[in-house]
């Protein structure tokens, strides 16, 4: 079992509608999450992160924690065209032989004008 | 722009060469990271230093060597590569390796191809 899971995608999303993406975690230690968004060919750039269970908003982003369920979310509302990337779910865990920061796998957004 | 500086941003490299990848921060952050990342596939951890000292060491081939000359500086030194190792290889920081939560910066990375 992958320590950070989620679904590659794509998502296709018409312009305008929220889109919604999911990431389960393996390992009930992680302390925090994070999702990332990278543009083909450029580097990961942080878009939020959360720690306490329940929802986090930052503008049209949305993410949610579910640590009983081992589950993160991330809602785009009004999808633009300039969204379209892959988002990755990353999970901060402690470990014995040091801590870091694991990412899944990523799923692909296409939103459609 | 960044705030995390990698250079060179490009390089082609024979399997014989030596050539190195630096990374640079100025966010006063006290752990910086090596991930290597292929196409379509997630970034994965290659090394943690911590207030430089090597603190993971995710059993990355020797061909690899890193090195934390100060607490702004971090070196990739690449020798004897493989075809295979051809990537993006991105340099992150954060404030702590055992306070996350805030996340990672990363550089814009170096595409690597190895001849």
């Known amino acids: 079992q992958k320590e950070v899971e989620q679904n590659s995608g794509p998502l296709s999303v018409p312009e305008g509608a929220i889109a919604s993406l999911n990431c389960t975690y393996s390992d009930r230690g992680s302390q925090s999450f994070f999702w990332y968004r990278q543009y083909s060919g450029k580097s990961p750039e942080l878009i939020m992160f959360?720690?306490?269970?329940g929802d986090k908003e930052d503008g049209r982003f949305t993410a949610q924690l579910n640590k009983a369920s081992q589950y993160v979310s991330l809602l785009i509302r009004d999808s633009q065209p300039s969204d379209s990337a892959t988002y990755l779910c990353?999970?901060?865990?402690?470990?014995?032989?040091?801590?870091?920061?694991?990412f899944g796998g990523g799923t692909r957004v296409l939103v459609k004008p | 722009d960044t705030e995390v500086t990698q250079t060179p941003k490009h390089l082609v490299m024979g399997m014989t060469n030596k050539k190195s990848l630096k990374c640079e921060q100025h966010?006063?952050?006290?752990?910086m990271y090596w991930y290597k990342q292929k196409a379509k596939k997630p970034p994965e951890l290659m090394f943690v230093?911590?207030?430089?000292?090597?603190?993971i060491n995710e059993s990355v081939p020797s061909r690899f060597s890193p090195e934390c000359p100060n607490s702004s500086l971090l070196n990739l030194h690449l020798h004897a590569l493989q075809p295979e190792d051809s990537a993006l290889y991105l340099c992150?920081?954060?404030?702590?390796?055992?306070?996350?939560?805030?996340?990672?910066?990363f550089g814009s990375g170096t595409r690597l191809t190895v001849v």
């Open positions: 992150a920081s954060s404030q702590d390796s055992d306070r996350e939560h805030y996340g990672y910066t």
């Open positions: 230093y911590s207030y430089e000292k090597l603190s």
């Open positions: 959360i720690y306490s269970n």
């Open positions: 966010m006063g952050h006290r752990a």
């Open positions: 990353a999970a901060y865990m402690i470990k014995a032989a040091g801590n870091k920061l694991t």
